[in-house]
């Protein structure tokens, strides 16, 4: 397995996707840091505090450009074996489809949570440009470190409820249809995030339960943690059996 999840390492070594991805996750927070300085010069007398930043970011990462962003490395991670048409020549050597699939699971989900870890870093990094040039607020470091560990059990519930778009992607063999799917799921989740049915729509329900607004919205943790992996256990489940039951061309 581990060999398996390395060959993916190497073959993304030469992918111009994996330095597109990383430039993509400073996208929040860059915006983030552009609206901290726009209110700060609006409304000079207003808080602003790290906690504010990062909030704003766990929302545009986890609800909006983030879902997009991971549907589309899913989705290339897991059709560019059916367009490279190296997917034959890879189940020639003794490798059972399910270990090839569990790696480029294992694989997608490193992704997220590296292109999380930048994130992260760089909303750090923007908030102390911020205070360097305003003074305005303090880098207070455990904040900083809370929103670490909440913004990546985001990206782990993120990587399970994706789970029905790589099924899409092994179905389809492209791209296209899943990112419309996920734009979609985007609309959806920009409809329901200040509502308490976004408590039962499990792309919107993740970014509830790790900002603890889930209980605000009147609906149990169970309810919407049992709706986050019936969704997740479907798409797992097909793509295994799609790919399980594909007769490779």
């Not at 909006?64 to 549907?71: K, N």
């Not at 303090?138 to 993120?158: C, E, I, K, P, R």
């Amino acid at each position: 397995m581990f060999d398996l999840v390395y060959c993916e390492f190497a073959k993304l070594k030469h992918s111009n996707m994996l330095l597109i991805s990383f430039l993509g996750a400073f996208v929040a927070p860059s915006m983030m840091f552009i609206e901290a300085i726009r209110i700060h010069a609006s409304q000079p007398e207003r808080a602003f505090g790290i906690g504010d930043m990062y909030s704003s970011c766990l929302l545009y990462s986890m609800l909006l450009f983030g879902t997009v962003v991971y549907v589309v490395i899913g989705s290339y991670l897991f059709s560019r074996e059916y367009t490279e048409n190296t997917l034959k020549s890879i189940l020639t050597i003794p490798v059972s489809k399910s270990s090839f699939l569990i790696s480029k699971f294992i694989m997608f989900l490193i992704w997220i949570q590296v292109l999380t870890l930048i994130t992260w870093a760089s909303m750090l990094m923007f908030a102390a440009i911020f205070i360097a040039m305003y003074h305005s607020m303090t880098l207070d470091w455990m904040v900083a470190m809370q929103y670490l560990g909440s913004m990546l059990l985001g990206g782990l519930l993120l990587f399970i409820t994706l789970s029905p778009f790589i099924f899409v992607t092994l179905w389809t063999k492209q791209v296209v249809i899943p990112v419309i799917a996920a734009t979609a799921i985007v609309m959806g989740n920009a409809a329901l995030a200040n509502e308490s049915l976004g408590a039962l729509f499990p792309w919107t329900a993740t970014f509830l339960l790790v900002s603890d607004r889930l209980v605000d919205t009147g609906y149990s943790i169970g309810l919407s943690m049992g709706l986050i992996i019936l969704v997740s256990a479907v798409g797992f489940g097909l793509s295994a059996w799609y790919f399980a039951n594909e007769d490779v061309k």
